[in-house]
T-cell receptor
Framework: GESVGLHLPTLSVQEGDNSIINCAYS??????FIWYKQESGKGPQFIID?????DKRQGQRVTVLLNKTVKHLSLQIAATQPGDSAVYFC??????????FGAGTTVTVRA | GAGVSQSPSNKVTEKGKDVELRCDPI?????LYWYRQSLGQGLEFLIY????????KSGLPSDRFSAERTGGSVSTLTIQRTQQEDSAVYLC?????????????FGEGSRLTVL
């Protein structure tokens, strides 16, 4: 079965609110995680990454949290904007060169 | 160009025909990946090229699928005798770093529809 997955396939959020997108993984050997954003008709675009020796990493308006105890990854988007509407994928690297992707969460921002 | 370029962006073909999809990676990127994305699904790994090493073809779903990379740059994914279940978006990505611990830069994909 799929080892990288997202808790919810869709998320609707009010513009200006914070968004939290969750992802669960099952392979404890995974040492590198990435969040990608895919807008309609485009390829996935890198947002932020985190290594397994870290618990938290912040970027511009985004924060990734990694809880290795429960094998959980989350992406927080601050002050969500209409341009944040997209499908968000978490991906894990299991120590080789392949990234394994989850099915994605579709985020819709309400005006 | 500055990014990964894929062509064609859209391809409609009849069942049983062969198709070729092309990927032009970012200059200097030694790693090249092909993924497949079916409607509403995540990305399925197909094949990986790294420099002059033998490619990892472990994700190719059947022997109807093949890929090559010429001169360490442009790659072509070929699907022979296409089937309706081959309909998907085929995404190419390249990376500067060997191994998975590095950002993958994706093209916009080639949408394949098999009638």
């Amino acid at each position: 079965g799929e080892s990288v997955g997202l808790h919810l396939p869709t998320l609707s959020v009010q513009e200006g609110d914070n968004s939290i997108i969750n992802c669960a993984y099952s392979n404890s050997a995974s040492d590198y995680f990435i969040w990608y954003k895919q807008e309609s008709g485009k390829g996935p675009q890198f947002i932020i990454d985190i290594r397994s020796n870290m618990d938290k990493r912040q970027g511009q308006r985004v924060t990734v949290l990694l809880n290795k105890t429960v094998k959980h990854l989350s992406l927080q988007i601050a002050a969500t904007q209409p341009g944040d509407s997209a499908v968000y994928f978490c991906a894990e690297n299991r120590g080789d060169y392949k990234l394994s992707f989850g099915a994605g969460t579709t985020v819709t921002v309400r005006a | 160009g500055a990014g990964v370029s894929q062509s064609p962006s859209n391809k409609v073909t009849e069942k049983g025909k062969d198709v070729e999809l092309r990927c032009d990676p970012i200059s200097g990127h030694t790693a090249l990946y092909w993924y497949r994305q079916s409607l509403g699904q995540g990305l399925e790994f197909l094949i990986y090229f790294q420099g002059n090493s033998a490619p990892d073809k472990s994700g190719l779903p059947s022997d109807r699928f093949s890929a090559e990379r010429t001169g360490g740059s442009v790659s072509t994914l070929t699907i022979q005798r296409t089937q309706q279940e081959d309909s998907a978006v085929y995404l190419c990505a390249s990376s500067l770093r060997q191994g998975g611990s590095g950002e993958l830069f994706f093209g916009e994909g080639s949408r394949l529809t098999v009638l």
